[in-house]
């Protein structure tokens, strides 16, 4: 008795120091150990707080390991076909063009069943922020190989390595966006070091504060990690990442209109 | 405001009451032959007026993701196309229709399987009664046969779609979208300024979040979800039948055709009796709900029915499940673009007296 009265000592408003942020529920996540998807929405869930925007956001989710993000994000939500995430947003948008809209999605979706719909969409420069993790692979059907797989890579449906001469090489699509005039703010960044979350925190909070300026897509890119189907344990998948994926995929900024003004002068 | 009295094609009614009645959004991609709802709205700029969205998507898929997209915010959206492009957007009819999400889908119907032909055609009717994309659902299916009904009926889609939370589609063809008629058009109406409870509009402090989709993993759930379309889908059947008779009250056989077929068939009537025979036509109004119970009830009284489509025999299903074995029920049909004549109707008719 006298240690529980003790918690309760310490369970004090003046000793807190760290707490759910109110936009996340309190339902628990469904992902994998070491996975970043987890990581990424509660940076979501914070900014989205911190800037005082859950009365005005409505976010997309995908089809993906991520499907059901609208359960941990205490935000209107709608649930998407795989890959049309940019065209319920550009509709959403353009409908409602004071609110804050979001899509949240994954490589598979994004890059190679929603090609069409990214790239359209950030080509009409819809002022809306699109989240896009990468990972390399397809999570939730069981690691099959994705757009963004990289070559030599073993997947479920590359068992002997991604062949670029039959399977293709791996889609960039972050480079290929940052090359449209309607993008605004484009982004690389990951989630596997504090270090990294707060940058990647920084640029979420920049492309939501570039939004509010109606000047184009910001598309911020996460690379990230499958531990389960990299079959790998999370530090493993980690250093794995970044011996591999980060050369492929370099983190860092494609297109920021701050840094172009200054280069400019 | 008056009505106002036009001289219009089927297509540029629809865009113009589009307009008219409020509607929040249309977005679309061009395919013959119903370009003109999009050349039109885009001319009309409407964005200026009433402050609606017009967009040219990249593709019918993303058209239709638009409107899944806008009719989950509560907003009356629309889209349209034709038959190619239709098949390209049942995958966001299915995910409209099992979000419960109101919105008016227009299609101008043309010859197919494939990429088809231009012309005008009613073989897109199993489609559009019987699902069309995955899953057990059913849109509320509206058969204008005028240019006036393709004006009336987008106020009376709206008006369905968001009374019953389901997908509404008008089931036009190329001859009523392309010919012009005169058309009184309603008075401009307000967009609405109503926020549907269960639209995502940015959740304020004053109510839980609120979610569109379509998604449920627990089988019990899914049942339960499944079985509440079912009962709306029996709530629409007892409530949204709508057909015309033309001549029925004496008739010894009868006509069923909807659209383009039933301008026909009106003629046909006319000529068949102009020669003794007395012929009568339903016009199915709503395919789906169907007429059933009327059919079932001329069934008494009349000897045969032909289902006069411009398909290899669609409707005609449903007919027949309707007389359930009470009379003989034959199907005439022309395909392939081509429009029935009056004359080949009655030739058709006798031939089924005399065999009969």
Known sequence: ?265 | MERELRLMKGNEAVAEAAIRAGADGYFGYPITPQSEILEYLMGANPMETTGMVVLQAESEVAAINMVYGGAGCGKKVMTSSSSPGISLKQEGITYIAGSELPCLIVNVVRGGPGLGTIQPAQSDYFQAVKGGGHGDYHLIVLAPASVQEMADFVDLGFELAFKYRNPVMMLSDGAIGQMMEKVWLSPQKERSKTVPEWATTGKPPTRERNIITSLELNPDNQEKFNQKLVEKYNRIRENEVRFEEFQCSDADYLLVAYGTSARICQKSVQLARGEGLKVGLLRPITLFPFPSKRLSELAEKVSLMISVEMSAGQMVEDVLLSVNGKVPVYHYGRMGGIVPTPDEVVAFLKSKIIGG
Not at chain 1, 65 to 72: A, M
Request: aromatic share 8%; glycine share 8%; proline share 6%.
């Open chain 1, 1 to 265: 008795m006298a240690e529980v009265t003790g918690i309760k000592e310490i369970i004090k408003p003046e000793n807190l120091v760290y707490k759910r942020t109110s936009v996340m529920t309190d339902e628990t996540l469904h992902y994998c150990p070491g996975c970043g998807h987890g990581t990424v929405h509660r940076i979501l869930a914070e900014i989205i707080d911190e800037e005082g925007l859950q009365s005005e956001t409505i976010g997309i989710t995908p089809v993906g390991c991520s499907v059901f993000l609208y359960h941990y994000l205490d935000i209107d939500s709608q649930e998407a076909a795989h890959g049309r995430a940019p065209a319920l947003a550009t509709a959403i948008k353009r409908l409602m063009p004071e609110k804050f809209v979001f899509t949240y999605q994954g490589d598979g979706d994004l890059a190679a069943i929603g090609t069409s719909e990214t790239i359209h969409a950030c080509n009409r420069g819809e002022n809306f922020l699109i989240i896009f993790i990468n990972n390399g692979i397809y999570g939730m059907t069981g690691g099959q190989m994705a757009p963004t797989t990289l070559p030599g890579m073993k997947s479920s449906t590359s068992p002997f390595g991604r062949d670029v001469k039959t399977m293709g090489n791996p889609l960039k699509m972050t480079d290929i966006v940052a090359t449209l005039p309607g993008t605004y703010y484009v982004t690389r960044q990951s989630v596997h070091t504090p270090a990294n979350v707060r940058k990647t925190k920084k640029a979420i909070r920049k492309a939501v504060q570039y939004q509010k300026l109606n000047k184009g897509t910001c598309f911020v890119e996460v690379v990230s990690n499958c531990p389960s189907n990299w079959k790998m344990t999370p530090v493993q998948a980690n250093k794995w990442m970044e011996e591999n994926m980060f050369p492929f995929y370099p983190l860092g900024d494609l297109k920021d209109p701050e840094k172009q003004s200054t280069e400019q002068k």
